[in-house]
C-alpha cells in the first residue's frame, strides 16, 4: 500500500497497541452535549471516539437525557449533571482525569446550559486541555468569542452556515461563501487568535491561520443526521493522540504540521471513508449507525498502522 505524505504523518500520531498499555492511555475523552430533545448526537460522538481508539468515553448530560444515552450502549459512561444546580462543578472534577473534551454534541441552547459550558471550558483550559467545539457550543462562541481566542488547543469545527455566523460576529460582515472561502476560514481563524478550524463542506477546509489543509477524501452524496458527531468524536481521540506524539517527540515540533491539524486532518479523512463505505452499501438507507460500523475499516484501509510496525 502506497500511503500520502499525510497519511504517514497521521499514521506518526497513532499509539501502536501494546500488551503492556494500561486502560486509559489512549484516551479518556470527555463529550459534554445531550438534552432532552437530542440524545443521539452525545452518542454518536462518544461512540465514535471509543471505535477510534479511545479507552473510555464519558458523556456528561441533563438529566433528561441521560436514561436514553444509557440504553443506546453499555460502553459509555454518562453523568447526568448538566443541569443540576452545581453542574459545573461536578464536570470540573472529571476534567484532571480527561485527555480531550467535545463540547456541543446535543447541547442545546438553554442558558443555564450555556453558563455550564462556559465555567468548564474555563477550567479546561487551566488544564491545557485540547477541545473540539462542535454544533451548539458553537452558537455561543458566536457572542462569546473570547472564550476560545488565541487557545492553541482548541479547535471548531463550523458547516459552512455555523462558519458564516462566526465570520460575521468576528468582522460585522457577511462572508462571500463563492470567493476564496480558503482565504476567509484563514482570516477567521487569525481573527481569533491562530486557533484551529474546520470549515466542513464539500472540501473540508482546515487551518490555523499560517497553512491551510484542504481534505478531499471522497465520501459520499447522503447527508443523514449525526455525520458531524462522528467527526467530532474521532477528532477528541486524534487530539489526544496528536498532542501526546508532539509532547514526547521534540523533533515532530519543526514540521509545519501541528497536532491539531494532523488530528483535524485524520479525523475528517476518516470521517469521509466511512461515509463512502457505508453509502456503497446502503445507498440512500445510509444513516450515522451504518457509518459508525464501518469506522474499523476506514481506519485501517487510511491508517495501516498494525501492519506498518509489524514489519519494522
Not at 479507552?55 to 437525557?65: E, G, K, N, V, Y
Request: with cysteine; proline share 4%.
Amino acid at each position: 500500500m502506497c500511503l500520502t505524505v499525510e497519511q504517514k504523518l497521521i499514521c506518526s500520531i497513532i499509539p501502536p497497541l501494546a500488551f503492556s498499555a494500561h486502560k486509559g492511555q489512549a484516551g479518556r475523552i470527555g463529550i459534554i452535549g445531550g438534552s432532552r430533545e437530542y440524545t443521539g448526537a452525545p452518542y454518536y460522538a462518544g461512540i465514535s471516539a471509543l471505535k477510534t481508539g479511545a479507552d473510555l468515553s464519558h458523556i456528561f448530560c441533563t438529566s433528561t437525557a441521560a436514561t436514553s444515552i444509557k440504553s443506546y450502549s453499555p460502553e459509555l459512561i454518562v453523568h447526568p449533571v448538566l443541569d443540576s444546580f452545581n453542574g459545573h462543578e461536578e464536570i470540573s472534577s472529571y476534567l484532571p482525569r480527561f485527555h480531550a473534551l467535545v463540547i456541543g454534541p446535543g447541547l442545546g441552547r438553554e442558558e443555564n446550559t450555556f453558563i455550564v459550558m462556559h465555567k468548564v471550558v474555563e477550567k479546561a483550559k487551566e488544564l491545557q486541555m485540547p477541545i473540539v467545539f462542535d454544533a451548539d457550543s458553537l452558537i455561543y462562541i458566536n457572542s462569546h468569542q473570547e472564550l476560545v481566542q488565541g487557545y492553541k488547543k482548541a479547535i471548531l469545527t463550523p458547516n459552512i452556515v455555523e462558519f458564516s455566523r462566526l465570520y460575521k460576529a468576528a468582522f460585522s460582515l457577511e462572508p462571500d461563501i463563492f470567493v476564496d472561502l480558503n482565504q476567509q476560514v484563514k482570516d477567521l481563524s487569525q481573527r481569533l487568535g491562530n486557533i484551529t478550524i474546520v470549515c466542513k463542506g464539500a472540501d473540508d477546509i482546515i487551518t490555523d491561520g499560517e497553512i491551510i489543509a484542504v481534505c478531499k477524501e471522497k465520501g459520499s452524496p447522503r447527508r443523514c443526521g449525526g455525520q458531524g458527531d462522528l467527526l467530532s468524536g474521532s477528532m477528541g481521540t486524534m487530539m489526544h493522540w496528536a498532542h501526546m506524539t508532539y509532547n514526547r517527540n521534540e523533533s515532530l515540533k519543526i514540521s509545519d504540521w501541528g497536532p491539531n491539524i494532523l488530528a483535524a486532518l485524520g479525523a475528517c479523512m476518516l470521517t469521509r471513508r466511512c461515509s463512502y463505505l457505508a453509502f456503497q452499501k446502503c445507498a440512500r438507507s445510509m444513516t450515522t449507525q451504518d457509518m459508525i460500523a464501518e469506522i474499523h475499516s476506514a481506519f485501517i484501509s487510511l491508517f495501516p498502522i498494525d501492519r506498518l510496525h509489524s514489519q519494522e
